[in-house]
């Protein structure tokens, strides 16, 4: 064989390692994003399990509160169907959950027999700590989540990324007004 035609194919065998080489590093970048997904749905059950608990502490002082109960309920079971689905609506339900619990903690502080409930006290300290850990889950899926999709638009991963027909994932994102708030500030007391 001519020096040309070892040249040619030493040349197609880099081209062929440099495609795996992509494709794999594509392939290691989704099963990130699945692994960040799975570890919010984790935290999310985690959430989902402690509402009927703290829904029925709060019921033993609020009992007259039916509809917002309800409202918590319904918003749960639309939390937890809502896992299947893809990811935004997952975060819409989510959000959903949110704002009914938000709810259900301002009714709770017209109570204050319930506020000082050692039980109530221990749901909504558990229900704090999940939620810093869902917070903690979003921002690792997010981060994974820029990756994977940054890696499919540069170039030449981009022609990988197509060829192959990867498909960019959605961030999670859940609204949490508080972020959003203003802090207020106060010097006169």
């Known amino acids: 064989m001519t020096s040309l035609v070892w040249f040619l194919i030493?040349?197609?065998l880099l081209l062929v390692l440099w495609v795996i080489g992509m494709f794999n590093g594509l392939i290691v970048l989704k099963n990130r994003v699945a692994e960040a997904a799975s570890d919010i749905d984790v935290q999310l059950k985690r959430r989902h399990?402690?509402?009927p608990n703290l829904i029925n502490t709060v019921k033993g002082y609020a009992s007259h509160e039916s509809s917002l109960?309800?409202?918590v309920t319904e918003a749960r079971s639309s939390a937890i169907s809502a896992g299947s689905k893809g990811i935004a609506d997952k975060a819409a339900a989510e959000n959903a959950l949110t704002s009914s619990l938000r709810s259900l903690f301002a009714v709770a502080e017209n109570y204050p027999d319930l506020k000082a409930n050692t039980n109530f006290l221990a749901l909504q300290e558990e229900l704090s700590d999940t939620e810093n850990k869902i917070m903690s889950s979003r921002r690792?899926?997010?981060?994974n989540v820029k990756s994977f999709?940054?890696?499919q638009e540069?170039?030449?991963t981009s022609i990988i990324a197509k060829m192959f027909a990867f498909k960019k994932s959605d961030l999670f994102?859940?609204?949490?007004i508080s972020e959003r708030e203003v802090p207020e500030v106060n010097f006169g007391a």
Do not use: W
């Open 10 to 12: 030493i040349v197609g």
């Open 49 to 51: 399990d402690l509402i």
């Open 69 to 71: 109960f309800e409202k």
């Open 140 to 143: 690792f899926y997010n981060s």
């Open 149 to 151: 999709n940054t890696r």
């Open 154 to 156: 540069i170039f030449p």
């Open 173 to 176: 994102e859940l609204e949490d």
